[in-house]
C-alpha cells in the first residue's frame, strides 16, 4: 500500500499549505484539483520546484468519480479541501454548488466504500453550516456584539449548536458534512469533519466570502476601501493556516479514536475580534487610517460566530499558537514585499520580520 496523503482541492489555501507541511516532513502528496481557484497553478509551480516528484497533480474534478476512484486507490489518507465557496454564488447558481460540494461528497464516501480500506479521511467543512445562529442571544457593546450567556461568551459555541441554513451553500455544505458522519456510523468509514471558521495567511487569494481577512489586508496596503457590512460589529475568531494546517494533520493522524466526530475548528474566544476592532488594529499596524465603506447587512450572515475547539483541544492537545497581531503583521510584511504603494509609515518601520 502506498503512504501518498491524497488532498482533493489541494491546490488551493488550505490545502497548498497542507501540501507544503507534508512535503517538508517527507511525505509523498498527490493532489487533484480542476485548478479553478486563482493563484492555485502558481501554487502548485512552486510546490514542484521545491519538492518535485514527491509531489504530484492530477488536473481533475471531483465530479468525475473515474477520477476520485483512481485517485482513491492510490492513497492512504485522505483530506478533502475541495468546494465551491461562499453563499453569493450558491444563488447564482445552486446546481453547481449541489453538484461540487454535496454530490461529488457522496459519490466520493461511495467509492471510499467501494474502495473497501480503512482509508483515514477528514473531511474539511465550514462553520457556515452554523448558519446565522438565530436562536443565539446577544448584547450590544460599543464595538462588538456579545452572548448574553455567559458560558458561550467565555467558551464560544460547540458542536451541539443546532445547523441552519441560510443559502443554498449552506445548505450544500451542511448536508454533505452530515453524509460524512452517516457514513462514519452506518459503514464504519474512518472519517471526520473539521467545520473551519475563518482563516488567514499568506497566499491566499480571498475575497468578499472567504479569505476576506486576507483581502482586506491587500486592500489596505494598496490604499483601497475596505467593505464593512452592516455596523461591523459582527465578531469571528480568527485562525492562522499554520495553526489550521497542525490542527488537520492532528486529525488525521488520530482517526482511529476520532472517527464519527464532528469538530470545531478555530481561534476560540482568545481570537476573537470584531469588524470594527480589526480593522483599528489593522490601521495601527499600517500606521494610518484604513478607509471604510458602509455596506448593507449581507442576508444570513451571522452576528457572532466563535468556535468553541474545547472538543479538538481535549481529544488532539491541538491548540492555536499564533496570535492575531503577530499573523497580521507578518501577513503585512509578506504583502508588502509585492506592493510597492505600501503605506510609508509600514514601510518605514520595516514592519516585523518574518
Ligand atoms: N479558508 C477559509 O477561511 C475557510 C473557512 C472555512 C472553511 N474552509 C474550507 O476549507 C476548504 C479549503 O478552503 P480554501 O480556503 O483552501 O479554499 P480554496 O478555494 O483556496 O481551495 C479549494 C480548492 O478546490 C479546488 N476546486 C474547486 N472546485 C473543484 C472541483 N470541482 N474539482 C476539483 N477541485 C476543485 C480549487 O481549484 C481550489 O484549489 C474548503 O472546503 C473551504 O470551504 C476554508
Redesign the pocket.
Known amino acids: 500500500m502506498t503512504d501518498r496523503t491524497l488532498l482533493?482541492?489541494g491546490?488551493?489555501?488550505?490545502?497548498s499549505h497542507l501540501a507544503r507541511r507534508l512535503l517538508e516532513s517527507g511525505q509523498p502528496v498527490l493532489l487533484?484539483?480542476?485548478?479553478?481557484?486563482t493563484g492555485?497553478e502558481s501554487m502548485v509551480r512552486r510546490l514542484r520546484a521545491e519538492y518535485g516528484d514527491m509531489l504530484e497533480l492530477v488536473i481533475?474534478?471531483?465530479?468525475d468519480r473515474t477520477a476520485l476512484r483512481r485517485a482513491i486507490a492510490r492513497a492512504s489518507r485522505i483530506v478533502d479541501?475541495?468546494?465551491?465557496?461562499g453563499a453569493s454564488g450558491s444563488l447564482v447558481d445552486p446546481r453547481l454548488d449541489f453538484e461540487?460540494n454535496l454530490r461529488?461528497t457522496v459519490d466520493l464516501l461511495e467509492e471510499l466504500r467501494r474502495d473497501g480500506r480503512p482509508v483515514p479521511f477528514l473531511f474539511?467543512s465550514?462553520?457556515k453550516v452554523y448558519g446565522a445562529l438565530r436562536k443565539l442571544q446577544l448584547c450590544e457593546l460599543p464595538t462588538r456584539y456579545a452572548p448574553v450567556n455567559e458560558w458561550i461568551a467565555e467558551h464560544g459555541i460547540d458542536e451541539h449548536w443546532p445547523l441552519e441554513v441560510t443559502s443554498p451553500y449552506g445548505c450544500s455544505r451542511a448536508a454533505a458534512d452530515q453524509y460524512v458522519l452517516e457514513y462514519a456510523r452506518s459503514f464504519g468509514l474512518p472519517a471526520a469533519v473539521a467545520r473551519?471558521?475563518?482563516?488567514y495567511g499568506p497566499d491566499q487569494h480571498g475575497g468578499e466570502d472567504?479569505?476576506w481577512i486576507s483581502h482586506w489586508v491587500a486592500h489596505a496596503l494598496e490604499r483601497r476601501p475596505i467593505m464593512l457590512d452592516g455596523d461591523g460589529k459582527q465578531v469571528r475568531d480568527i485562525l492562522h493556516v499554520d495553526d489550521l494546517v497542525e490542527a488537520l494533520l492532528r486529525l488525521l493522524d488520530g482517526m482511529d479514536a476520532l472517527r464519527g466526530h464532528a469538530f470545531n475548528v478555530g481561534g476560540g474566544p482568545e481570537h476573537a475580534v470584531s469588524l470594527r476592532e480589526l480593522l483599528e488594529l489593522m490601521s495601527q499596524l499600517v500606521g494610518e487610517p484604513i478607509a471604510a465603506a458602509h455596506a448593507e447587512w449581507r442576508e444570513g450572515d451571522a452576528r457572532y460566530y466563535v468556535a468553541n475547539p474545547s472538543k479538538l483541544e481535549a481529544m488532539t492537545g491541538w491548540r492555536p499558537l499564533i496570535q492575531l497581531g503577530e499573523g497580521l503583521a507578518q501577513l503585512c510584511t509578506r504583502l508588502l514585499a509585492t506592493r510597492p504603494t505600501a503605506p510609508a509609515a509600514f514601510a518605514a518601520a520595516g514592519a516585523v520580520s518574518g
Open positions: 482533493l482541492g491546490a488551493g489555501f488550505v490545502g487533484l484539483d480542476n485548478l479553478a481557484r492555485a481533475g474534478d471531483v465530479r479541501l475541495a468546494a465551491r465557496v461540487v461529488a474539511c465550514t462553520s473551519i471558521g475563518c482563516v472567504q479569505g
